[in-house]
Structures are given as C-alpha cells and as structure tokens.
C-alpha cells in the first residue's frame, strides 16, 4: 500500500520544517513550499530522503494563489495523491497601530487567510474519506498581551472561522480540519535567547518557549489516527499563554 502523502506551506525552515520531519518520521511521504529559501528546502527534503522518505519541494509564495494551487497539483502528481494539508507558510510583522500601512494589512490577510482558503479549496479535490487538513494558527488569535500586533493577530483570527467552516463543508467527506495554535515559539523569527524573550515568557502558565517539535507533536497527531474524530477544533500549544 502506497505511503500517505502530506504538504507542508512554509516547510524549509522552523515550525514547518519541523512538521516535514515528523510526518516523514510518521511514514508519510511528503512535499514542502517555500518562498527564498530553497536551499534550505532542499536540506530538509535531502534529509527525509536521507532517512528512507519521498520529498519534494516546490516554490510558491503565500501570497501568490496560482502558484498555491499548482503546488498542491503538483504535489498530488509527483506523489500519487494527497491525504494531509498543513498549512504553515506565515509572516510576522509588527508594529505600532498608527505606523501600519494598507498594504502590509493586505499582505498578512494575503498570507494567512487568503492562502488557507485557497489551499484548503485545491487540497480538497484530490482528498478522500480521512483527509486531514491542518491550519497553523497563533495563540495571537485569543490573546494579545502586549501592543503591536493588531493586524498580525486579525488575520490569525480569520483562521478560527474557516477552521470551523471547513469542518462542516468537508466533515460529511469524512475529511477532518483543525486548527493548531502555538505561542511563543524558538525560530528564527522569535529566538528564545531574545532580548524580548524573557518578557514572553512571563505571559505563559509553564514559564518556557515551546520548541517546533512541540507544534509538529500536535499536528502528528491530527494527521494520524488519533485525529480521527477532532474536527473544526482549535488545539493551543503554547506553554499556557491563553490560559
């Protein structure tokens, strides 16, 4: 029986990478996206290769929805069909309220919302009974502690609404949607030896940043049998920052 086959948005470097890698661990073959970082991408497909996996990486940035729906195209011809979307690709620019300008608004709604409609849409034509898909949220979404983050934490929020829709379109399918919300999180883009890091962590219930592998654990477990009844749910992993 051929391998389960997943796509990762956003997969050639910190939380998406780290979701490739455990899947591929899990027994799935599968694809990646990334936007500049293609040589990133493909160190992290050499090494699921490496480990006895099928990877692909294809570039397509979230903001461009053509290229979106080719990837997934062509994701589901390279590897024979697909079972679990993941959509990670996200961007995370702040600031304060009055300095943030329509077009990078237009770029967050692009890249977090837009994209995950889109790809849900285009993943969801080749899905059968016991497709997955798999939004990454930010616990931004529910609770925003300190200033700057107004249109970051907008278009997160978007993703709790299409969760629960996608749950409904797709749930008589038997294709499950949910959505998986990390808090602070060590990447390259909020390291945890920052200078803000120490003030982040004093927000959280356990005192810690999560790490990638915490995010990709919980999205292991949506994709495999265990997600088998979650659906339209919004799972937080985040050191108890919203709790």
């Known amino acids: 029986m051929p ?15 780290a979701i490739a890698r455990r899947l591929a661990a899990d027994g ?9 970082a293609g040589d990133r991408a493909e160190t992290v497909t050499k090494e699921i290769a490496a ?4 990877a692909l990486a294809v570039r397509a940035p979230a903001e461009d929805a053509v290229a979106l729906v080719a990837a997934v195209e062509h994701a589901a011809a390279k590897l024979g069909r697909l079972d679990v979307l993941v959509s990670n690709a996200g961007i995370a620019p702040y600031g304060a309220l009055e300095e943030v300008t329509l077009a990078e608004v237009d770029q ?10 889109v790809l849900a849409q285009a993943a969801a034509r080749h899905m059968e009974r016991g497709g997955r898909i798999v939004m990454i949220g930010s616990s931004l979404a529910e609770r925003v502690p300190y200033p700057g983050w107004s ?8 993703l709790i609404g299409l969760t629960k829709g996608l749950a409904r379109d797709l749930g008589p399918r038997g294709i499950t949607a949910n959505l998986v919300s990390p808090g602070s999180t060590d990447t390259e883009m909020n390291p945890a030896d920052s200078p803000e890091a120490e003030e982040e962590r ?23 049998d265990g997600g088998r009844a979650i659906t339209g749910a919004t799972i ?7 709790a």
Not at 51 to 54: E, F, V, W
């Open 3 to 17: 391998n389960k086959v997943a796509l990762v948005t956003g997969g050639s470097r910190g939380i998406g990478a």
């Open 28 to 36: 799935f073959d599968v694809a990646i996206t990334y936007n500049t």
């Open 51 to 54: 480990a006895g996996g099928r």
């Open 108 to 117: 967050l709604l692009a890249v977090h919302a837009r994209a995950s409609f």
């Open 151 to 158: 249109a970051y934490a907008m278009s997160k929020s978007a």
């Open 202 to 224: 004093r927000f959280t219930a356990l005192g810690v940043y999560c790490s990638p592998d915490d995010i990709a654990a919980a999205v292991a477990h949506l994709a495999g």
């Open 236 to 242: 937080a992993v985040d050191a108890g920052v919203t």
